[in-house]
């Protein structure tokens, strides 16, 4: 879904970048609500992890490939205003260091794939959290469902977007129909990956998890040799592991997917790209600003063993997002501190 340079048109790009802004702007004010001194750590780890992820493409369809987005994820995970942010992170770091998403479609990647998906998987997780119990389950069945519609959202969101801008001459009733078609499949991997790792987070820290906020389990009591529901009050789920334990081991993860199994990944192309040379969408695609990046192409250069140069760019990968996503997050967890201390309240 990372879109190149020269798919779409500069006025375009420009009202994308402006539309991207005005939703940076929104998330790192709502951000500083959503982040606490527990969950700051957090929302820099999920933004890793998603650049871990997005490492490993899967295999849709003969010949064409997916990968996580991240949108669902994160909003889930950290909160919709946090994710905007996380994912936004993600997709500067491709852009400007892999290569990966043109810099001058950087406003329409961030509108697709950051703002999209956020907003319509959130939307959807909390519809759906409405009118099922609040339990462990039901939230995981949530991100599912959540993360299951982001995908081909974005999707339309793009083909609505090169209807206003596509600099080809192509239908875009084909375009629709092939953009939508192939991700509705990889929408299913990407509901997968979520569900999988909200439930994960979840079993051992449900006290994190944003979406999962209000999660309580009911007491209960052995009257007569049986266990029965104790009519109140309720009781906090309990946290199974440190947050500093939660931490490391999601970062370990993040580096052993980015590092070794991203190596295992799909070569095939994935979806928008595999759409746009079938549909001709590519022919104005130009060279990248940052090809002559030493990590472009998610390889480090002047070095020929391609599973060593693909592991160190994807450890390089992951350690610089952490870094920058931890510093961003720890910067508005600060100021959240500073809005809320006695000098500013007058007390």
């Known amino acids: 879904?990372?879109?190149?340079?020269?798919?779409?048109?500069?006025?375009?790009?420009?009202?994308t970048g402006v539309v991207a802004?005005?939703?940076?702007?929104?998330?790192?004010?709502?951000?500083?609500?959503?982040?606490?001194?527990?969950?700051a750590p957090l929302a820099g780890?999920?933004?890793?992890?998603?650049?871990?992820?997005?490492?490993l493409n899967f295999p849709v369809a003969?010949?064409?490939?997916?990968?996580?987005?991240?949108?669902?994820?994160?909003?889930?995970?950290?909160?919709?205003?946090?994710?905007?942010?996380?994912?936004?992170?993600?997709?500067?770091m491709q852009g400007v260091l892999f290569a990966d998403g043109g810099l001058t479609a950087l406003g329409v990647n961030i509108t697709d794939m950051a703002i999209v998906t956020t907003v319509v998987s959130y939307a959807v997780f909390r519809g759906l959290l409405a009118v099922l119990p609040r339990k462990r389950?039901?939230?995981?069945?949530?991100?599912?469902?959540?993360?299951?519609?982001?995908?081909?959202?974005?999707?339309v969101a793009f083909t609505l977007i090169y209807a206003v801008g596509g600099t080809t001459d192509v239908s875009i009733g084909k375009v629709a129909t092939a953009m939508i078609g192939v991700h509705v499949l990889i929408g299913i991997g990407e509901a997968v990956i979520t569900a999988l790792t909200v439930g994960a987070v979840i079993a051992v820290r449900p006290d994190l998890v944003h979406g999962a906020r209000g999660l309580r389990q009911r007491l209960r009591l052995r009257v007569n040799g049986e266990l029965v529901d104790a009519?109140?009050?309720?009781?906090?789920?309990?946290?199974?592991?440190?947050?500093?334990?939660?931490?490391?081991t999601g970062l370990v993860t993040s580096l052993v997917l980015a590092g070794f199994v991203s190596f295992y990944a799909s070569a095939s192309p994935d979806g928008l790209e595999k759409v746009a040379h079938d549909k001709g969408i590519d022919k104005k695609a130009g060279k990248h600003v940052s090809a002559d990046s030493p990590l472009a192409g998610y390889g480090v250069r002047d070095i020929a063993d391609a599973r060593l140069s693909g592991g160190l760019a994807g450890v390089i990968g992951v350690g610089v997002t952490v870094v920058a996503g931890s510093a961003v997050f720890w910067a508005l967890r600060r100021r959240r501190a500073d809005d809320v201390s006695p000098a500013s309240t007058g007390v």
């Open 45 to 55: 780890l999920v933004a890793a992890f998603i650049f871990a992820v997005q490492m």
């Open 137 to 155: 389950r039901a939230v995981t069945v949530a991100s599912f469902v959540a993360a299951l519609v982001s995908v081909p959202a974005a999707a």
């Open 62 to 92: 003969a010949g064409t490939s997916g990968h996580l987005l991240g949108g669902a994820l994160a909003a889930i995970l950290v909160g919709p205003c946090t994710a905007v942010l996380c994912v936004s992170v993600v997709l500067l």
């Open 231 to 248: 009519p109140a009050p309720t009781a906090p789920v309990a946290a199974r592991t440190s947050r500093r334990t939660l931490w490391i």
């Open 1 to 15: 879904m990372h879109v190149p340079d020269g798919f779409i048109d500069a006025p375009t790009s420009a009202v």
């Open 21 to 39: 802004a005005g939703a940076l702007a929104v998330s790192l004010r709502g951000a500083r609500r959503e982040l606490d001194e527990r969950t």
